[in-house]
T-cell receptor
């Protein structure tokens, strides 16, 4: 079983719609979660970090965390063509109860926002 | 703002050459990472350095070595480049400060082609 799972997509949404990206993880003790955006040919850029259950909003982006169900979501409101990219979910790798400093990345979901 | 820079955006080398990829961060981060990213394989960790002169093998260290003589600089070395090392190479850094989310921040990447 993969430790961090994402639907590879592509997820296609019309401009102005809400895009919903999902990520599940296997380590029940995970405490922090990250979303990165990666444009084609570019490097990953951190867009959201979340620690606590519930929602965290930053502009058009909302991260939702549900530790009991072991999933974290990223919602993009009013999607724009410039949001078209691959979105990577990442969870810290742990050894026992300690954080190793490394991240486990999902394979990423490709989002296409159509004008 | 965190800044991670990499010595080259594009690099073309010949089989058997020794290749140096340099990464510099300006945020006094303790941890630094080298990844490679290939289509369909996602981000794979090559080496990790948790502090100066300290390193740990990642998931795919074969054919690579690293050097961290100064805190801000982390070098990836391909001792004898091979065509299967053609890839996008990404450097990242991370702080261990307790008042931080401890996210990783990526450099722009180096697209290496080995002919």
């Amino acid at each position: 079983q993969k430790e961090v799972e994402q639907n590879s997509g592509p997820l296609s949404v019309p401009e102005g719609a809400i895009a919903s990206l999902n990520c599940t993880y296997s380590d029940r003790g995970s405490q922090s979660f990250f979303w990165y955006r990666q444009y084609s040919g570019k490097s990953p850029e951190l867009i959201m970090s979340i620690y606590s259950n519930g929602d965290k909003e930053d502009g058009r982006f909302t991260a939702q965390l549900n530790k009991a169900s072991q999933y974290v979501s990223l919602l993009i409101r009013d999607s724009q063509p410039s949001d078209s990219a691959t979105y990577l979910c990442a969870v810290p790798a742990r050894r026992g109860s300690s954080n190793t400093g490394k991240l486990i990345f999902g394979q990423g979901t490709t989002l296409q926002v159509k004008p | 703002d965190v800044k991670v820079t990499q010595s080259s955006r594009y690099l073309v080398k010949r089989t058997g050459e020794k290749v140096f990829l340099e990464c510099v961060q300006d945020m006094d981060h303790e941890n630094m990472f080298w990844y490679r990213q290939d289509p369909g394989l996602g981000l794979r960790l090559i080496y990790f350095s948790y502090d100066v002169k300290m390193k740990e093998k990642g998931d795919i260290p074969e054919g690579y070595s690293v050097s961290r003589e100064k805190k801000e600089r982390f070098s990836l070395i391909l001792e004898s480049a091979s065509t299967n090392q053609t890839s996008m190479y990404l450097c990242a850094s991370r702080t261990r400060r307790l008042d931080s989310y401890n996210e990783q921040f990526f450099g722009p990447g180096t697209r290496l082609t080995v002919l």
